[in-house]
């Protein structure tokens, strides 16, 4: 695109009004329902025309590469992102009229960077939905590769709209899977970045301990030129931007650097004539023996080297595309994702011809079975697939406590599902942070609940969320999958009855209190990501886990299973989703690639996860990947490629 502009084979306004008529065009006669509100095609035309004019003075004083990075890249915004003069409305009837008046930092940053709005896409109504994206706004939006199927979610009309050619790129959040699932659905790259690399400030938060803010994209490159304007630090609106990290991984922006990840990019600590290192880990043994090499707080940076990402990702793209280019690249597989029902067999055999597409190109499969060994918290209890997105740190004997019946007093995932009351205050906070209509301003979930502003489909995700602690009253958890004849147990409810008056009231992050932890067997609570032990004990121990088999890499599928149809009923067991199992509580990056295609046509991907804060080596070994499969390139059934 930007080659047709630097060229002079096409102008800023050509290019806008092609997406506009192609929006036109495909979104109304398919049915899609990509998009959620759109500026006015006068605004939108008028802004490229002023693009225009800066493009052909660039032109004639030969200047075109001082052009910024996005230089009118047109984008599809998620509809919880803050757009000047949209409405945010998180997918929920009851934000209809939220019209915002400034950006999200995030946007900002991308408009700053030359990027345009080409429009607000529709998401799953307080992106409570993994699995689908369906609002009360504008209903479920489709896969653009089977209409009758779900493109995932909550993030699916963002990925819907660049699979089908609406735009080059669009933005997401990813709080479990958000960004990823949707862009393995769609055949798209989808990068969730470090918890703290990227701002959230103007996001309507799911979870504001685990939201992320990314971006997706056809290509591993473009999603990297995204993160480029993206990552930056923000710590007035969004604390986590100014946190330093800990042992695991140390924040660029909160007074720390490791490897490649910030202010020594891999690229600087190599030997001269020696292959670049595929990650902050084989960065730092690079340079074993240097100031370099030693991970640990130092000058804080507002700033990560121009072009940062891009430069991983050109690297690896360039290395993936030579016969044995991904040489000194160790990586360890997830081969639990794939246990319990999660994968189907085409989908295994789809994920072992990713891993030999590595293998070939001379990569080292260093851990056939990787996973997170050991537990400092007292208890047995290991990390495992099948348990959950956390840490519970359970009984001495690494069991659930029983319950009268015999059967555990919590079912597994618990600690997840209590801390699942974060949505409502966190929503309250975000409201409370700039004007609103008195309609918005005193808007509260429970009152959105109880008037059924809600979609039939989002009512009972939404009545969990707003029985959790934290939520704005003391009550018991409601686990989503608790069969028991009552609930909650008696221990269990005599212990939260005194949780008003234990510490914390409705702060979400004191739940739950040490009474309802002692009779659940729980060791941690809802904290934020830097004080919460889990999270922390979790954290450590992947990187131990990685440093120990020298691994700089995990992958597993982004999906195991083909998805479900739309309107299809949400059904009890596995759903072949292990995007929330590590990179969500860990704070660690992880990158959805396309890797192939089903026996459907429908497209197949991978993921990978880097250390914390090694979004670099991350994006890097995702483009080597890129270049050494040479997945073919399709374009949806319905939706051509533009010529």
């Known amino acids: 695109m930007h080659q047709a502009l630097l060229s002079g084979a096409a102008t800023c306004t050509d290019l806008v009004a092609a997406f506009l008529r192609r929006v036109d065009a495909f979104e109304p006669g398919t049915g899609l329902n990509a998009i959620s509100e759109r500026p006015t095609a006068a605004g939108l035309l008028a802004d490229a025309a002023k693009a225009d004019v ?95 199927l779900t493109p995932a979610g909550s993030s699916g009309g963002s990925a819907a709209g660049v699979a089908a050619g609406y735009a080059p790129a669009a933005l997401g959040t990813d709080t479990g899977n958000s960004v990823r699932g949707p862009a393995g659905r769609a055949g798209l790259v989808g990068l969730r970045p470090s918890l703290g690399l990227v701002s959230r400030a103007g996001v309507l938060p799911l979870d504001a301990t685990a939201d992320t803010v990314g971006p997706l994209a056809r290509t591993v490159a473009d999603v990297a030129l995204l993160a480029d304007s993206l990552a930056a630090p923000d710590p007035a609106s969004d604390p986590l931007t100014g946190w330093a990290g800990d042992g695991a991984g140390w924040s660029p922006w909160g007074g720390g650097v490791d490897g490649a990840a910030a202010a020594a990019p891999a690229e600087a600590l190599q030997a001269a004539g020696a292959p670049r290192p595929w990650s902050a880990r084989a960065a730092r043994a690079a340079a074993a023996g240097s100031a370099a090499a030693t991970a640990g707080p130092g000058a804080n940076l507002t700033s990560l080297p121009a072009g940062h990402f891009s430069a991983a990702a050109a690297d690896g793209a360039a290395r993936g595309a030579t016969a044995g280019g991904l040489a000194g690249l160790r990586v360890g597989v997830l081969a639990c994702a794939l246990e319990g029902g999660n994968a189907d067999a085409e989908h295994a055999a789809l994920f072992e011809a990713a891993i030999k597409v590595l293998e070939d190109a001379g990569a080292t499969i260093a851990a056939r079975n990787f996973t997170i060994r050991g537990n400092a918290l007292g208890s047995v209890q290991e990390w495992a697939c099948d348990r959950g997105q956390w840490w519970t740190g359970w009984g001495d004997d690494g069991r659930l406590p029983p319950s009268p019946g015999g059967a555990p007093l919590i079912p597994p995932g618990f600690e997840a599902i209590t801390c699942a009351g974060r949505l409502a205050p966190d929503v309250a906070t975000y409201l409370a942070t700039a004007p609103r209509p008195p309609a918005i301003a005193n808007l509260t979930l429970r009152g959105v609940a109880a008037a059924g502003r809600v979609h039939p489909a989002t009512a009972f995700p939404l009545a969990v969320r707003l029985a959790s602690p934290g939520s704005g009253r003391p009550a018991p958890p409601v686990p989503h999958n608790w069969t028991g004849a009552a609930f909650p147990p008696p221990d269990l409810a005599s212990a939260a009855a005194s949780e008003a008056d234990d510490a914390g009231g409705d702060d979400p992050d004191a739940y739950p209190s040490p009474a309802l932890r002692r009779a659940a067997g729980l060791a941690c609570g809802c904290g934020p990501l830097w004080t919460n032990a889990c999270r922390s004990e979790m954290r450590a121990r992947l990187v131990a886990g990685m440093d120990g088999g020298g691994l700089d890499v995990v992958i597993h599928p982004t999906w195991g299973l083909p998805p479900p149809a739309i309107g299809a009923p949400v059904a009890a067991g596995p759903d072949g989703n292990p995007s929330p199992l590590i990179a969500p509580p860990t704070g660690a990056p992880a990158v959805a690639v396309p890797a192939g295609w089903t026996a459907a046509g429908l497209p197949f991907s991978l993921s990978i996860i880097a250390r914390p804060f090694d979004d670099a080596g991350a994006m890097r070994v995702a483009a080597g990947f890129e270049a050494a499969a040479r997945v073919e390139r399709r374009a949806p059934p319905l939706f051509h490629e533009c010529t």
């Open 54 to 148: 800066v493009l052909a003075a660039a032109q004639r004083g030969n200047t075109t590469s001082t052009l910024p990075p996005l230089f009118c890249v047109p984008l599809l915004v998620k509809d919880n992102i803050d757009s000047a003069g949209l409405p945010t409305t998180g997918g929920s009837v009851a934000l209809a009229t939220n019209v915002v008046l400034a950006d999200a930092t995030s946007l900002k940053r991308l408009k700053d960077a030359g990027a345009f709005v080409l429009g607000k896409a529709n998401m799953g109504e307080w992106a409570l939905n993994p699995a689908a994206t369906i609002s009360s706004t504008r209903g479920a939006t489709r896969n653009p590769w089977a209409l009758d």
